[in-house]
């Protein structure tokens, strides 16, 4: 969850409302889902088949369904449209019927919403990101990133996986190396001068990365190196003397938090990792919320919480690592195909939220 002073884990204390209560069918779903399970007949509507809600239920509901469900991405960052506090009167409505549910949410829990004007570097004003931008200024950037963010090493034995679709011919270990020159330079960090071997640890997040579906026809090969291989590790979460508006940990999460307009960024960092002496990239894979399960850009009391101390064990486990490695790592030995196997999809499972849609 997204820490907030208005919002903590909830405990079970005394019920006000139930799902029941909500006449927004998102809403109330949200509310079955975290509310408690009881035969108690609701104080407000009277339904005993409602998840009954207390206090810090109806603001956790709130919190999700109003401030995460009204998220709005930026070109790099995003921020919600709307919050809530126990300090300000309502400010939001609606021309729906949750504009009942807002005024019954504000009445229980006694807090107002209103429309949220985000710090800035929620979307993307950070001066080194902003100068990564900047032909003139990225270098110097580049090469503060080459410093700062620490060395990683990707070992013998340590396996990690590659998917493919279509491949011609399962046993040629060389279907698995880096993608011809022809198809060189769509990726995140490849360019036609610049092949990169793209692989993961987590076979679930390989899986979305490929955009694979039930009816590909998909191999898998487990790969792993045949000496200590150089990684630069763009995951690691930095210690940093300075605001977020100057953080170049921020630069680097919200860069690769970006979609493709991002690519011509990343992939200048890795032609100088490159050109540095490193094999490769450990990167934040783009879809590691969605595996992680961790908020957007998760604050308190306005800061990100990359910034708290001993936050950077936490801050790791809503990442998924990537691995990029540049070349033709197979081809020139760097890498062993240990395997490859065929594989299916079996089930797949979505874990939604709700939000306003007049937003």
């Not at 490929?210 to 930095?238: G, I, M, Q």
Request: aromatic letters at 8%; proline letters at 6%; hydrophobic letters at 40%.
């Amino acid at each position: 969850m997204s820490i907030n002073a208005e919002v903590s884990e909830p405990d079970d204390g005394t019920p006000l409302l139930c799902s029941e209560c909500f006449r927004d069918v998102g809403l109330r779903l949200d509310a079955a889902r975290f509310g408690m399970a009881s035969r108690q007949p609701c104080p407000n509507c009277g339904s005993s088949s409602g998840a009954l809600l207390d206090e810090g239920r109806i603001r956790w509901v709130a919190h999700r369904f109003f401030v995460l469900g009204s998220l709005t991405k930026a070109e790099y960052g995003g921020a919600p449209v709307i919050e809530f506090n126990n300090l300000r009167a309502n400010e939001v409505s609606f021309l729906t019927e949750l504009q009942h549910d807002v005024e019954l949410i504000c009445e229980n829990a006694g807090v107002g919403f209103f429309h949220y004007g985000p710090p800035l570097w929620r979307l993307g004003y950070i001066e080194p990101l902003e100068a990564l931008q900047d032909h003139d200024r990225a270098d110097s950037v580049i090469q503060r990133i080459l410093t700062e963010f620490p060395e990683a090493s990707l070992e013998p034995g340590e396996i990690f996986f590659r998917l493919r679709k279509d491949v011609s011919s399962p046993g040629d270990d060389k279907q698995f190396d880096s993608p011809p020159r022809a198809v060189c330079g769509a990726g995140r960090l490849d360019t036609m001068d610049l092949p990169v071997l793209y692989g993961s640890s987590d076979l679930q997040v390989c899986v979305h990365e490929c955009r694979a579906t039930v009816d590909d026809r998909l191999h898998v090969a487990s790969l792993e190196a045949t000496r200590p291989l150089r990684l630069l590790d763009l995951t690691a979460v930095l210690t940093e003397e300075c605001t977020t508006f100057e953080s170049l940990d921020m630069t680097v999460h919200l860069l690769f938090l970006a979609g493709p307009h991002s690519y011509p960024h990343s992939r200048a960092i890795a032609e100088a990792a490159k050109k540095a002496g490193f094999d490769g990239l450990l990167f934040p894979s783009y879809f590691s919320l969605l595996r992680t399960g961790a908020p957007f850009l998760e604050t308190a009391f306005g800061l990100t919480t990359r910034v708290f101390h001993d936050a950077s064990s936490r801050e790791a486990g809503k990442i998924v690592p990537n691995i990029a490695l540049f070349g033709r790592p197979v081809e020139d030995g760097l890498i062993h195909v240990r395997c490859v196997n065929r594989l299916y999809l079996r089930q797949v499972a979505y874990d939604v939220g709700f939000g306003p849609a007049d937003i």
